[in-house]
Structures are given as structure tokens and as C-alpha cells.
T-cell receptor, first 110, second 114 residues
Framework: AQRVTQPEKLLSVFKGAPVELKCNYSYSGSPELFWYVQYSRQRLQLLLRHISRESIKGFTADLNKGETSFHLKKPFAQEEDSAMYYCALRPRGGYSTLTFGKGTMLLVSP | GAGVSQSPRYKVAKRGQDVALRCDPI?????LFWYQQALGQGPEFLTY????????KSGLPSDRFFAERPEGSVSTLKIQRTQQEDSAVYLCASSPNVPTGEQYFGPGTRLTVT
């Protein structure tokens, strides 16, 4: 069975400060990792996936198989980054059901 | 184009009532997923359809939960004899292909059982 752990329920930073949202996973096979974001009053949407190796809205995340982590980082937080962030895992191959963490609320203050 | 839509957006049911939650996926999307999101939790998988076939229902919490997608498009999640622990947001997601497709989520239906 797979599990995704996001240890922080809430992360509060000031605008311009660096941000790191932590995600650890447990899975015996080869996983795909994702970050989803939910802005206030909006639906859940994909932010980025590890296989794309891209930066979205200034966010990056690197899969560390040794530490089984997929932390989300941004060097300079903006107020519009305030949202709920969910880390999710999907086994490679097969159909694409996702296992989500409990989420971290990011609050960026001016 | 239009995204995934769900109706109703909010539903209040008395304990013991039956409810039906509807999901309209993005047109042409093959895969459809239902998730349950309790307060303070991440979404949890309930069931998965590929076209009209329900390929996985391992996440349904009890036999009071039933889902269908008879024509491979619209899906309905039915909960019989609702209990307070069924109170949650029910999310539907669709994906254009399997297995690597991105999932597009609907706005959810918030079910409150009193």
C-alpha cells in the first residue's frame, strides 16, 4: 500500500521569503509524484508532476528516492501563492488513481 | 471548453435518507474517478470507471455506496441510508486517457448529513 505524508498542516511566511512544503511518501514500487493546489473558492488543480521536471509559477519539486521525499519549493513567496497544497502519488503504469496527503495550507502575508 | 461539473454543489440530508450525486466529465474523457474528502483530510479514492466499466470499487467504504456510469459519460454516486460519517466533499475527476492522463477535478459536492 502507498502512503503520502505532509507533516505541516499550516505554513505561514512573509512575502518574499523562501517556501518549502514537505512531502514524504511510502511505496514499494516506482511512483509518480504530483503537487496539486486549491486556491480559495476554486477547484483542485495540478500544479506540477515530477516527470515533467518543470517550474510552474516559480515552484519546483525534486523527487528524492533515497529520502522518499518530493518537497515543493519556491525561492520568493508571493501573496497569490496562498492556497492549500496537496502532494499525491500514483503507481507507475496501470490506471491513474491518486493517493493524496492531508494537505498543507500556505499563508503568505504582506 | 467546459470543465468537469458536479451537481448539486451542496446537499443536506437527514440520517437515513438516500442521496444521488451527479458528475458530468469533460466530453470524450475515458476515465472517471470519485474521491471522498472529509474535513481536514486529502481526497481519498472511492471508485474508478473506464468508459462504462467500473474497474475498481475498492475504495467504497460500505455497500451503502454505489456508483454507475451507464453510457460512459455522466456518472452518479449513490449513497443509501446516509450516516453522519458520510458527511464530506465528494469530488469527481476525469482523465482523457489511461494510464498517464492528468486528472481534471470538478468543484465537488458538499454533503452534510444531519
Amino acid at each position: 500500500a502507498q502512503r503520502v505524508t505532509q507533516p505541516e498542516k499550516l505554513l505561514s511566511v512573509f512575502k518574499g521569503a523562501p517556501v518549502e512544503l514537505k512531502c514524504n511518501y511510502s511505496y514499494s514500487g516506482s511512483p509518480e509524484l504530483f503537487w496539486y493546489v486549491q486556491y480559495s473558492r476554486q477547484r483542485l488543480q495540478l500544479l506540477l508532476r515530477h516527470i515533467s521536471r518543470e517550474s510552474i509559477k516559480g515552484f519546483t519539486a525534486d523527487l528524492n528516492k533515497g529520502e522518499t521525499s518530493f518537497h515543493l519549493k519556491k525561492p520568493f513567496a508571493q501573496e497569490e501563492d496562498s492556497a492549500m497544497y496537496y502532494c499525491a502519488l500514483r503507481p507507475r503504469g496501470g490506471y491513474s488513481t491518486l493517493t493524496f496527503g492531508k494537505g498543507t495550507m500556505l499563508l503568505v502575508s504582506p | 471548453g467546459a470543465g468537469v461539473s458536479q451537481s448539486p454543489r451542496y446537499k443536506v440530508a437527514k440520517r437515513g435518507q438516500d442521496v444521488a450525486l451527479r458528475c458530468d466529465p469533460i466530453s470524450g474523457h475515458v476515465s472517471l474517478f470519485w474521491y471522498q474528502q472529509a474535513l481536514g483530510q486529502g481526497p481519498e479514492f472511492l471508485t474508478y470507471f473506464q468508459n462504462e466499466a467500473q474497474l475498481d470499487k475498492s475504495g467504497l467504504p460500505s455497500d451503502r455506496f454505489f456508483a454507475e456510469r451507464p453510457e460512459g459519460s455522466v456518472s452518479t454516486l449513490k449513497i443509501q441510508r446516509t450516516q453522519q460519517e458520510d458527511s464530506a466533499v465528494y469530488l469527481c475527476a476525469s482523465s482523457p486517457n489511461v494510464p498517464t492522463g492528468e486528472q481534471y477535478f470538478g468543484p465537488g459536492t458538499r454533503l452534510t448529513v444531519t
